[in-house]
């Protein structure tokens, strides 16, 4: 079974484009967070759900 752990970034109505494309492209390559949802509200602010997969390692014996 899969597991996930989910981070949640909040931009501002004034954020530019350019600016929430490379904070996640960050995310993305050097934390392995992968986009879960967007969510636009109507003030024009933004909230980004993203997630990456728990790995769980088996005890060996």
Do not use: C, K
Request: charged share 35%; glycine share 4%; aromatic share 10%.
């Amino acid at each position: 079974m899969l597991d996930y752990e989910y981070q949640e970034l909040r931009f501002p109505r004034g954020t530019s484009r350019n600016v929430a494309r490379q904070a996640l492209t960050e995310h993305a390559e050097y934390g392995r967070w992968e986009l879960a949802r967007v969510r636009v509200y109507l003030d024009g602010s933004r909230h980004v759900t993203l997630r990456r997969r728990i790995i769980r390692q088996m005890r060996t014996m």
